[in-house]
């Protein structure tokens, strides 16, 4: 019998109102490492979350010219929200959250008020505790994953988080030794605008000396540093082999609360396992 949600659920739930400023809510979830806070009415029922991929957007999107003091919560939180009740299954969850693509539910009772949360770090716990010795990593591991070279501008690395399912980059050496990983965390808190070239490190811009060539002279040309890759990457990544029990990565994960790990063989990226293997097996067994 697949255990019940109870026994994993997060609570009490960090909750926030539709009024509060985004830079209010964003440092909430600095403070408390995490990475969705659930915005609840005054009858305390959940409509709406906020998730880094809402900060991504409301950094980089129609509202990148805004302080984040100004920008409200309701207004680039995901309203009515996936839930589910807390009488309802492990399984049940995990086959929830895959089929919307979302990384957790509002858990609520009978009367549809929040009682706790149920994430994908949660579904992994659950796998650690029913699949050890089930699976080896090699079973489990997905080969196809975005990569990035450490000098792969911030630009690029957007675009590839966007399009990855779980919103994960490993970048790799020209050996194809991992690195460092790079989720929808580091940039949603990195601060960085898309829009605004920022530097990396003290200087904002340097100054080379070119020929204008429309008034024969020498100009002075200010060149802005765009952020890249090896700035914004977690480094020295932790790693697994293929031939290690996969309930060895759902521990790492749990322990180091990390969503990703990459996989190699002889020092090489060969695949990543990361909480999304482990909830289709949830899912489906």
């Given at each position: 019998m697949a255990p019940r949600i109870?026994?994993?659920?997060?609570?009490?739930?960090?909750?926030?109102?539709?009024?509060?400023?985004?830079?209010?809510?964003?440092?909430?979830?600095?403070?408390?490492?995490?990475?969705?806070?659930?915005?609840?009415?005054?009858?305390?029922?959940?409509?709406?979350?906020l998730t880094t991929t809402d900060i991504i957007g409301a950094l980089f999107g129609k509202?990148?010219?805004?302080?984040?003091?100004?920008?409200?919560?309701?207004?680039?939180?995901?309203k009515d929200p996936i839930i589910i009740e807390e009488s309802k299954s492990i399984k049940s969850a995990s086959q929830l959250m895959l089929k919307h693509r979302i990384g957790g539910l509002p858990v609520v009772n009978s009367d549809k008020k929040l009682v706790g949360i149920?994430?994908?770090?949660?579904?992994?716990?659950?796998?650690?505790?029913?699949?050890?010795?089930?699976?080896?990593?090699?079973?489990?591991?997905?080969?196809?994953?975005?990569t990035a070279l450490p000098g792969h501008s911030i630009f690029y690395i957007a675009r590839l988080i966007e399009a990855d399912?779980?919103?994960?980059?490993?970048?790799?050496?020209?050996?194809?030794?991992?690195?460092?990983?790079?989720?929808?965390?580091?940039?949603?808190?990195?601060?960085?605008?898309?829009?605004?070239?920022?530097?990396?490190?003290?200087?904002?811009?340097?100054?080379n000396k070119v020929p204008d060539l429309y008034k024969e002279k020498i100009i002075s040309l200010r060149m802005y540093l765009v952020p890249i890759a090896e700035d914004i990457?977690?480094?020295?990544?932790?790693?697994?082999?293929?031939?290690?029990?996969?309930?060895?990565?759902?521990?790492?994960?749990?322990?180091?609360?990390i969503g990703a790990l990459p996989v190699v063989d002889n020092n090489m990226l060969i695949g990543i396992i990361t909480k999304l293997e482990f909830m289709n097996i949830v899912a489906r067994e």
């Open positions: 109870s026994s994993y659920m997060r609570t009490p739930v960090y909750a926030v109102s539709p009024n509060d400023s985004l830079a209010y809510a964003r440092n909430l979830m600095l403070k408390k490492e995490i990475s969705r806070l659930v915005i609840v009415n005054e009858k305390e029922v959940p409509i709406g979350i509202n990148y010219h805004k302080p984040l003091d100004s920008i409200l919560v309701g207004e680039v939180m995901t149920i994430t994908k770090t949660d579904i992994v716990k659950a796998y650690y505790d029913k699949f050890k010795g089930k699976y080896k990593v090699s079973d489990i591991m997905r080969k196809d994953f975005s399912l779980t919103g994960k980059v490993i970048v790799v050496d020209e050996a194809n030794k991992p690195i460092g990983v790079i989720t929808k965390k580091d940039i949603a808190y990195a601060q960085i605008p898309l829009s605004v070239l920022m530097s990396r490190g003290k200087d904002r811009y340097i100054k990457m977690s480094p020295n990544p932790l790693i697994i082999k293929p031939d290690e029990d996969s309930s060895n990565g759902a521990k790492i994960m749990i322990d180091e609360n």
